[in-house]
């Protein structure tokens, strides 16, 4: 993986304006919001549902080999800008517990609505796990 930064450019903080990723295997996980394992959601907090929907797109990308390296690109979608910026605190830390300092491209994007009626926020994923990982 190569993180692309252009010259001149400020470095972005939590992110990666682009990554290059050569070979390996290349996974898309499906957009992911906080269910449990048995399809329901406990926690009820913008942040708890960070750490949640982050819980669930590792485990998906486990099952193909996958760890949080390998993350090229993230969507987020959020219902709520403003809980979001609320929450900042909780979501890094969330994200340097389970994700590490690796930022891969990324976009926020504010939504007007999720299917799940619980959701708050859903994260779509690209991932591409090396052949000698």
Do not use: C
């Not at 400020?10 to 990666?16: A, N």
């Not at 799940?116 to 926020?121: M, P, Q, T, Y």
Request: glycine share 10%.
């Amino acid at each position: 993986m190569i993180i692309l930064q252009p010259p001149g450019w400020v470095k972005p903080k939590g992110f990666s304006n682009g990554i290059a990723a050569k070979g390996g295997t290349t996974v898309f996980v499906a957009g992911q919001v906080a269910f449990n394992s048995q399809g329901v959601f406990e926690e009820k907090t913008f942040a708890g549902q960070f750490r949640q929907t982050l819980k669930n797109t590792l485990a998906v990308l486990a099952e193909a080999g996958g760890r949080p390296e390998h993350i090229v690109r993230m969507t987020w979608y959020i219902l709520d800008k403003k809980e979001y910026l609320g929450a900042i605190k909780e979501v890094g830390a969330a994200y340097r517990e389970l994700i590490g300092r690796h930022y891969p491209a990324m976009a926020v994007v504010q939504v007007s609505g999720l299917i799940e009626d619980e959701a708050k926020l859903e994260i779509e994923t690209t991932a591409v796990i090396p052949e000698n990982a």
